[in-house]
């Protein structure tokens, strides 16, 4: 299996202020032959499943604020919220879908300072 | 616009099975996977696994590959998750969520139904 290692496993960051959060799979997740890497990211709030916000590492889903980005490619990968709000305090999750069984990161909880 | 509603709460005790609907509503229901992912409390996703209900074959993580089948109903649109035997250690939300791409287990997943939590207690 394909083991996600995200970091750090919680931030605190000022209003206003960027936020970046780490992604690390244990064997590269892009694929030769359409050269895209098969990574995604989920925000999760508390009490709710999680919901899309990118997918092939860097394309924002439909509806998706334009502060939230993602990139890398191979193994390493970002996620980053270039000017944190209120409403974007949750717990981030990557996922690969590269192989069976699709895994995810540990997580990380983003927290406002 | 795809919309997933899962069956209600379940307490179980040691050693016997839960069974958990998916009913998808809005746009195709047989051409996306539906994967099955479990959240422990306080804890990360797990991967359980999947099923393109045109093809209608099921692949499972090999930590549930003997305890759990997933199974769908085109003529309901819904996917069910059935575990075996369960354990304390199993007591999570499971979430049905679709695959994003069609025809593709391998996908990302948006939507995400709104949970089912399952506890396990003697």
């Known amino acids: 299996d394909i083991v996600m290692t995200q970091s750090p496993d919680s931030l605190a960051v000022s209003l206003g202020e960027r936020a970046t959060i780490n992604c690390k799979s244990s064997q590269s997740v892009l694929y030769s032959s359409d050269n895209k890497n098969y990574l995604a990211w989920y925000q999760q709030k508390p009490g709710q499943p999680p919901k899309l916000l990118i997918y092939w590492a860097s394309t924002r889903e439909s509806g998706v604020p334009d502060r939230f980005s993602g990139s890398g490619s191979g193994t390493d990968f970002t996620l980053t919220i270039s000017s944190l709000q209120a409403e974007d305090v949750a717990v981030y999750h990557c996922h690969q879908y590269y192989s069976t069984p699709g895994t995810f990161g540990g997580g990380t909880k983003v927290e406002i300072k | 616009q795809v919309q997933l509603v899962q069956s209600g709460a379940e307490v179980k005790e040691p050693g016997s099975s839960v069974k958990v609907s998916c009913k998808s509503s809005?746009?195709?229901?047989?051409?996306?996977?539906i994967t099955w992912v479990r959240q422990a409390p306080g804890q990360g996703l797990e991967w359980m696994g999947g099923?393109?209900?045109?093809?209608?074959?099921?692949i499972y993580a090999e930590k549930f590959q003997d305890r759990v089948t997933i199974t769908a109903d085109e003529s309901t649109r819904t996917a069910y998750m059935e575990l075996s035997r369960l354990k304390f250690e199993d007591t999570a939300f499971y979430y049905c969520?679709?695959?994003?791409?069609?025809?593709?287990?391998?996908?990302?997943?948006?939507?995400w139904g709104q949970g089912t939590l399952v506890a396990v207690s003697s």
């Open positions: 809005g746009s195709i229901f047989s051409n996306y996977a």
């Open positions: 969520a679709r695959a994003g791409r069609e025809y593709q287990l391998l996908s990302w997943s948006d939507p």
């Open positions: 099923i393109i209900p045109l093809f209608g074959t099921a």
